[in-house]
């Protein structure tokens, strides 16, 4: 079973700074199954990352994917207020088919 | 637009069970794989399973399994999960989620999420 672990738990930083969020995979997860999301209070997920390094439709370029093999990272590289918020990676397609990670909170320092 | 409309929130009494909907719009509902995720309180993203649109054929997370039905109604573009014999740690919000994929593999529309609590 793929367990994925998320690091930090928190991230307390202000907006302007960069913001490094990591993603381990207890197994090797292809690339193209890795994504991330965003969740904002009282709202639902939503996608920002698919296959590793690709960025959804209307993300803002100071967001970026990297990473392969057990090792993902996220990268925000000015955090804006909007910015503020819970991030999860997510793996498809081993047992479980879907994974989450336990989640990074980006709190303002 | 795409979008997914979940039905309203539920107050259920344990060992009863519930059904939420999650009606499909924008898209072809049959072209698309249906997950469900839920989050409890102050926690994070628990993948529940999926439906199959088209076939009807469904995986479920091994923690369900036994208690969760994934249905759908492919008539009025509509997806369903039931899960029985509720206790107090399956409130939760419960969301639907279409998945895209071909290469890549990801939830790119979600439901808002319905709010299911378990009360006595």
């Known amino acids: 079973e793929i367990v994925l672990t998320q690091s930090p738990g928190t991230l307390s930083l202000s907006p302007g700074e960069r913001a490094t969020l990591s993603c381990r995979a207890s197994q090797s997860v292809s690339s193209s199954y890795l994504a991330w999301y965003q969740q904002k209070p009282g709202q639902a997920p939503r996608l920002l990352i698919y296959g590793a390094s690709s960025r959804a439709t209307g993300i803002p370029d100071r967001f970026s994917g990297s990473g392969s093999g057990t090792d993902f990272t996220l990268t925000i590289s000015r955090l804006e207020p909007e910015d503020f918020a819970v991030y999860y990676c997510q793996q498809y397609g081993s047992s479980p088919l879907v994974t989450f990670g336990g989640g990074t909170k980006v709190e303002i320092k | 637009q795409v979008q997914l409309v979940q039905s309203g929130a539920e107050v259920k009494k344990p060992g009863a069970s519930v059904k939420v909907s999650c009606k499909a719009s924008g898209y072809t509902f049959t072209g698309y794989y249906m997950h469900w995720v839920r989050q409890a309180p102050g926690q994070g993203l628990e993948w529940m399973g999926r439906i199959n649109p088209n076939s009807g054929g469904t995986n479920y997370a091994q923690k369900f399994q036994g208690r969760v039905t994934m249905t759908r109604d492919t008539s009025i573009s509509t997806a369903y999960m039931e899960l029985s014999r509720l206790r107090s740690d399956d409130t939760a919000v419960y969301y639907c989620?279409?998945?895209?994929?071909?290469?890549?593999?990801?939830?790119?529309?979600w439901g808002k999420g319905t709010t299911v609590t378990v009360s006595s």
């Open positions: 989620a279409r998945l895209r994929g071909v290469f890549y593999y990801y939830m790119d529309v």
